[in-house]
T-cell receptor
């Protein structure tokens, strides 16, 4: 199983619709979760952190399911400007107790159509 | 704040040449990361530093790659000798600790011909 796995898409969604995608992670000891957004030929930018209780930021809602080891991102009332690649990010603790950084999924490509 | 600053933005070089990529992290951030992004492999962590000390370089592909952080405001990633398969976008990112939200630089698009 890949450490962080996402459906690459593309997801083609009409403007105004609601879209959701998931990301699965392999290590049950992971503690930190994020969603990043990356526009074409740009750097990734932090969209939101994902907390155990779930969190919302405007039209965006992120949730964590520890039992099934996945996080989700829901976008309501989608806008043309939401078209981007959404990267799932998880810390993968290293065996042996070494310091760990963040592992990025390959991303889900979202296209909002007028 | 100017954010994470990388240079150069673009680099085209011939196989066998030495390439040096530069990064200035956000002031006050004590963790710095070098990532490489390709279509096939996505974003791969090459190395990261905490308080200027290399913590994990297990992602560095081979001995041709080396990274240094001589002080809190500067880091370099060097490839010597470069090969066509090194062509990718190289990102530098910094954060307050290794598990905080990362701020990325604009990246260096490297092409080795």
């Amino acid at each position: 199983r890949k450490e962080v796995e996402q459906d690459p898409g593309p997801f083609n969604v009409p403007e105004g619709a609601t879209v959701a995608f998931n990301c699965t992670y392999s290590n049950s000891a992971s503690q930190s979760f994020f969603w990043y957004r990356q526009d074409c030929r740009k750097e990734p930018k932090l969209l939101m952190s994902v907390y155990s209780s779930g969190n919302e930021d405007g039209r965006f809602t992120a949730q964590l399911n520890r039992a099934s080891q996945y996080i989700s991102l829901l976008i309501r009332d989608s806008k043309l400007s939401d078209s981007a690649t959404y990267l799932c990010v998880v810390n993968i603790p290293k065996s042996g107790g070494g310091a760990d950084g963040l592992t990025f999924g390959k991303g889900t490509h979202l296209i909002i159509q007028p | 704040d100017a954010g994470v600053i990388q240079s150069p933005r673009h680099e085209v070089t011939e196989m066998g040449q030495e390439v040096t990529l530069r990064c200035k992290p956000i002031s006050g951030h004590n963790s710095l990361f070098w990532y490489r992004q390709t279509m096939m492999r996505g974003l791969e962590l090459l190395i990261y530093f905490n308080n200027n000390v290399p913590i994990d370089d297990s992602g560095m592909p081979e001995d041709r790659f080396s990274a240094k952080m001589p002080n809190a405001s500067f880091s370099t990633l060097k490839i010597q000798p470069s090969e066509p398969r090194d062509s990718a976008v190289y990102f530098c990112a910094s954060s307050l600790g290794p598990l905080g939200g990362y701020t990325f630089g604009s990246g260096t698009r490297l092409t080795v011909v």
